[in-house]
């Protein structure tokens, strides 16, 4: 596709389960993060990769949460156990390099 | 903690004024300076940016924003506004030391023009 592509657009789940957010970046972008957006809040950053590494985790707010990204392109956040707290839409941005360009449609957690 | 504050949430305006958006930020050192837009129904997108050299930056459909390094701001403008233009803006900072990636966004302001 043209875009960043996020699956799924909504997902709502059991407090204590566990969701796994999908990213498909743009084919060729290296630069990949993954943001969170709360209710009011501006976007927090959680994660950076450049192709397969992850050289910046310091946004992820709990070893609940960790992400891969295989193969350079598509990328997996993971939370465990979920908590009401982790309600928030969850974005993903890609680019050729450096800053985040183009931002997906987000995942929409509930928490309930 | 390095932090970005928009303070004006919602702006309305009539088509033809002027605009412009706060954006200040906390931070001593260097910093790269961002200003991203998500019209309705879209996906956010990069406005503009700022690295280094003039503090003055154009960017698309007639925006532009300037850095004014001593209040720590960078204010987002646009001589006469449209329609089109209403959308949510959003300031985003990185700090330009080497090795770190966090871009730093601000909660928004929601921009409503009126035709």
């Known amino acids: 596709g043209a875009g960043v592509s996020q699956s799924p657009s909504n997902k709502v789940t059991e407090k204590g389960k566990d969701v796994e957010l999908r990213c498909d970046p743009i084919?060729?972008?290296?630069?990949l993060y993954w943001y969170r957006q709360s209710l009011g809040q501006g976007l927090e950053f959680l994660i950076y990769?450049?192709?397969?590494?992850?050289?910046?985790k310091s946004g992820l707010p709990s070893d609940r949460f960790s992400a891969e990204r295989t193969g350079g392109s598509v990328s997996t956040l993971t939370i465990q156990r979920t908590q009401q707290e982790d309600s928030a839409v969850y974005l993903c941005?890609?680019?050729?390099?450096?800053?985040?360009?183009?931002f997906g449609d987000g995942t929409r957690l509930s928490i309930l | 903690a390095q932090s970005v504050s928009q303070h004006n949430h919602h702006v309305i305006l009539s088509e033809a004024a002027s605009l412009e958006l706060g954006c200040n930020y906390s931070?001593?050192?260097?910093?790269?300076l961002f200003w991203y837009v998500q019209y309705p129904g879209q996906h956010l997108q990069l406005l503009l940016k700022?690295?280094?050299?003039?503090?003055l930056v154009k960017g698309i459909k007639g925006f532009e924003a300037e850095f004014i390094k001593s209040k720590f701001s960078f204010n987002l403008r646009k001589p006469s506004v449209q329609w089109s233009d209403t959308a949510e803006y959003f300031c985003a900072v990185k700090p330009a030391t080497s090795g770190t990636y966090k871009y730093i966004f601000g909660t928004g302001t929601r921009l409503k023009v009126l035709a």
């Open positions: 941005a890609s680019s050729p390099t450096g800053q985040p360009q183009h």
């Open positions: 084919s060729g972008h290296t630069a």
């Open positions: 700022y690295f280094s050299g003039d503090p």
């Open positions: 931070y001593g050192g260097t910093v790269n």
């Open positions: 990769f450049q192709g397969n590494s992850a050289p910046d």
